[in-house]
């Protein structure tokens, strides 16, 4: 066991855990934030993305050793921020963006960062960026266009 | 009130884009353990004794083997042959053999690792052509095939395969069972048929159905893979929780997921097409072979489907098509959206373009001369449904898509020097919606509204939400039969002991045949509302809300239904195949662009264009949806999907080597309805999975010439196509 401080969703958060305990289990089972799913637990899905220091980060892989001091950010997070929803989230209504979900909250966390970093991505910058998350109800094409929306833009 | 047709947000979307909606790993009950199955891990033998190896602390775990059965070992479906858990002989390398259970998953893998089983070994069938047991069997026949064959000018064969396909849902397969103080069990779960579930954990456990209760949680995809499968599961946390007294959750690690579950059937298709020189489809002899797998799940129904469907939307003077199901000793395949028909369609719409280059002519006018027309008879003499038009469907696909340009762009750049070659194909077909035959006449779906005193009502259905907008749909058609805004419809929880059977969610019957019944139901309540609480002829929703006070005030709540009735003079046989196969077909044609590197057989779609009658869209953003992800599955088909089969287990049984289309590998989509003056909609879920692959596949055929039968279509077997 290790003890380590980190800040979840703002808040200061002091762990006593095993090092290899995973984020996502931490914040799922320790933490009681379920909004992160866990698809395949090998990073490949995307599912249990959250933000580490602003930076999409696959949490089935993310040691709890590693992340001492570290700020996590998850979807609870992202609604906690303000009384509405984020443009993505919003978005993603609109546009059928979501069918089962379970995908989701993953790609909100990436749309997020990647809108905080590049504020007017293009259909390949947005392809890109999403291709670590997997949806196998959308096609995609749904996703794409509520980025677009979420960033301003009509495709 | 105009709800159908508008782009209305989806009725659970606020919980699922905020991460608040509940799955069922998201769920704890108190004092819950959690399950595991251990599998036999040998493709055929007899199982002759278990050990408990010594280590884990065997008195604190909940152990459960077939003789602990406390009821019927059987998983039932179309026939009672799957057992629960292994009782003596083993079919399949994934057969579930002992179940565990235990509070700390740590504790629970050490002793899943210390259970040793000693099998005698027995030979096993893995391939077709090793397979002698026929599962299932089936002939379509129509007109004199021998005299097609022999008046045709040309003859054209060709033998197509396509591969199991995992349905990959990003939720695995997940149960928590939970009996109470009075031994009625409940199970929650992650599920297509709650009444499929039902009746399979009553028969484990021996108790009557009625003190079985099934309930929904938020479901992760289907797509057939949580149709027939989630019985088993059911029966094996039920098993657990009735023998600890205590809660047990189930829920699938990937791989043993992709592993142990149903997947698309394999098939293999021999056709010999006889055509005029002038491009006249003349007959048509097909084999139509499916791998089973080691029971025999609903193979019989996936192949009916698979053999109606095999001849496409196409005139056929003669033909005949043997359809049989093979029995191996790979785990069962399974219900997969489309069940049977894009086996089928890939088969016959590669053909045909292959037909087309045999006769030197364009696999458009091919097509076009030999295209289904209103009033004729398809190969089951079912006649083709008055307003249907499959000709002014291809020529909208190809206006939409700009075909003739960009084939003529395509070939233009095929004339450098690029080692990028680039082609565009087409594949048009149809599916028949809803259960075939007399399977909705059987059924006899029930579904129900009731009316609370705020003029709320709420739909009570046992067809579930798994993403591809059943509540959204049903909620529109219930609001603009009753008159009431949409946010007045709400949707019960799936939960037996709540919703009436309206039938598995499967088949593409949800907004055909269940959302019928509401609007039915709906009418029913505004009758009822009008003789019995003064609701005005017309009303609005104030009236409405006014009238549900009245009524509920004077007679409590009320409740109607509605039942599924077969449509008079309706016939069906289903050993000749004949009658009406399907109570609407959707027609479509999908156009696609590839770009292939001839370097490294890398194939990638580049544009896609779906055109599809499915009569009237009840919501235009979960019906593109639908499309736009049923395309990306058939991409996936097509290309990339390959379970790689070893001593008949799944070797690649990961997402890391199991690969499916990712946004990088994913086109925009374009997506066209055709409406028309449609007051009716028809089955679209399945839909778009039929004539994706096909389409991918002629157009990599037309940018290499060559003449690609299998898929997926893996760079390897690009490759190995290219003339030399």
């Known amino acids: 066991m290790i003890g380590l401080d980190l800040t979840i969703n703002g808040r200061s958060v002091r762990a006593r855990v095993a090092p290899l305990t995973r984020l996502l289990d931490f914040l799922r089972e320790h933490q009681g934030l379920a909004g992160t799913k866990e698809g395949c637990g090998e990073g490949e899905c995307g599912a249990c993305t959250v933000l580490v220091d602003g930076l999409p980060v696959v949490s089935c892989l993310a040691p709890m050793g590693q992340l001492d001091g570290a700020t996590v950010t998850t979807i609870e997070g992202l609604t906690a921020a303000g009384p509405g929803l984020d443009r993505v989230q919003e978005a993603l209504l609109d546009e059928g963006g979501t069918q089962c979900g379970i995908c989701t909250p993953g790609i909100v966390m990436v749309a997020h960062a990647l809108l905080a970093a590049n504020p007017r991505p293009t259909l390949d910058e947005i392809r890109n960026a999403l291709a670590g998350n997997i949806c196998r109800c959308t096609g995609y094409t749904a996703i794409y266009e509520a980025v677009y929306r979420a960033a301003g833009r009509a495709r | ?724």
């Open chain 2, 1 to 724: 009130m105009t709800t159908i047709g508008a782009p209305l947000r989806r009725k659970e979307g606020l919980d699922k884009v905020t991460g608040r909606a509940v799955y069922l790993d998201d769920m704890t009950r108190p004092g819950q353990l959690w399950g595991r199955t251990v599998r036999a891990d040998v493709p055929g033998g007899q199982l002759e004794r278990i050990d408990f190896a010594p280590g884990p602390p065997w008195d604190e775990i909940v152990v459960v083997t077939a003789r602990d059965i406390p009821g019927r070992n059987v998983v039932p479906l179309v026939a009672d042959d799957q057992p629960c858990l292994v009782a003596r002989d083993i079919r399949h390398r994934e057969e579930p053999v002992v179940l565990l259970a235990h509070a700390d998953r740590q504790v629970l893998a050490r002793a899943v690792a210390a259970v040793r089983l000693v099998v005698a070994p027995a030979p096993a069938v893995l391939s077709l052509d090793a397979a002698t047991d026929v599962l299932s069997e089936l002939t379509l026949e129509r007109g004199d095939l021998a005299a097609g064959l022999a008046r045709a000018d040309l003859v054209v064969d060709g033998t197509y395969e396509t591969g199991a396909q995992e349905h990959l849902y990003i939720e695995p397969q997940a149960m928590l069972a939970e009996i109470g103080e009075d031994g009625a069990l409940t199970v929650w779960g992650s599920l297509q048929c709650p009444y499929y579930v039902r009746p399979a954990v009553a028969a484990v456990l021996g108790l009557p159905e009625d003190r079985v209760r099934v309930i929904q949680t938020t479901t992760g995809g289907g797509f057939g893979g949580k149709e027939e499968y989630p019985s088993m599961i059911a029966c094996h946390a039920a098993l657990l929780a009735a023998t600890a007294r205590r809660p047990v959750k189930l829920v699938y690690e990937r791989g043993e997921d992709m592993r142990a579950t149903t997947k698309r059937h394999p098939s293999r298709t021999r056709h010999r097409v006889g055509v005029s020189r002038d491009g006249r489809l003349l007959a048509l002899e097909t084999e139509f072979v499916l791998d089973g797998g080691a029971y025999l799940t609903l193979s019989p129904v996936v192949l009916s489907r698979g053999v109606i469907h095999a001849p496409g939307p196409y005139r056929w003077p003669s033909l005949r098509i043997r359809g049989r199901v093979m029995r191996t000793s790979y785990p069962p395949h399974g219900a997969f959206r489309g069940f049977g028909a894009p086996q089928a369609i890939f088969a016959l719409e590669v053909h045909l373009d292959r037909v087309a280059r045999a006769l030197g002519l364009d696999p458009v006018e091919l097509r076009r001369r030999n295209l289904l027309r209103p009033g004729d008879l398809m190969a089951t003499g079912q006649p083709v449904e008055p307003g249907v038009d499959p000709l002014a469907v291809l020529d909208r696909a190809l206006d939409a898509s700009g075909f003739a340009a960009r084939r003529a762009a395509c070939d233009a750049s095929n004339a450098g020097a690029s080692a990028v070659k680039r082609g565009v194909g087409l594949a048009t077909f149809f599916h028949g919606a809803g259960f075939t035959g007399a399977g909705e006449s059987k059924l006899a779906s029930e579904a129900a509204l009731r009316l609370g005193a705020d003029g709320r009502v709420e739909i009570l259905v046992s067809s579930v939400e798994i993403g591809q907008g059943a509540a959204t749909t049903h909620a529109q058609i219930v609001s603009e039969a009753l008159g009431v805004p949409y946010e007045a419809v709400t949707v019960a929880v799936v939960d037996t002991a709540v919703v009436p059977n309206s039938g598995p969610t499967v088949a593409s019957r949800t907004v055909m045949v269940v959302g019928g019944l509401l609007a039915q139901a709906a009418h029913e309540m505004v009758d009822r509302l009008r003789a019995q609480a003064g609701l005005p002829r017309p009303h609005t929703p104030a009236d409405f809300v006014v009238a549900a006070r009245a009524y509920t005030h004077a007679h409590g709540p009320l409740v109607t239904r509605a039942r599924y009735r077969t449509p008079t003079g309706w016939r069906w046989d289903e050993r000749t195949l004949t009658g009406e196969a399907y109570a609407a077909y959707a027609w479509a044609c999908y156009v696609a662009e590839v770009a292939v590197d001839t370097r490294t057989g890398e194939a990638e779609v580049t544009d896609f264009v779906a055109v599809q009658d499915v009569g009237r869209v009840v919501n235009p953003v979960t019906a593109r949806g639908q499309v736009h992800g049923g395309v990306c599955q058939g991409i996936g088909f097509a290309l990339y999907e390959d379970v790689v089969w070893q001593d008949g287990g799944m070797a690649n049984g990961r997402m890391t080597n199991y690969i499916v289309p990712t946004s990088a590998d994913t086109p925009p989509i374009a997506v066209v309805f055709c409406e028309g003056e449609a007051s009716s909609s028809k089955g679209l879920g399945e839909l778009p999975m039929d004539g994706s692959a096909p389409a991918v596949v002629n157009a990599l055929n037309a940018a290499l010439g060559t003449e690609i039968a299998r898929i997926p279509a893996l760079p390897e077997r690009v490759l190995q196509a290219l003339p030399a």
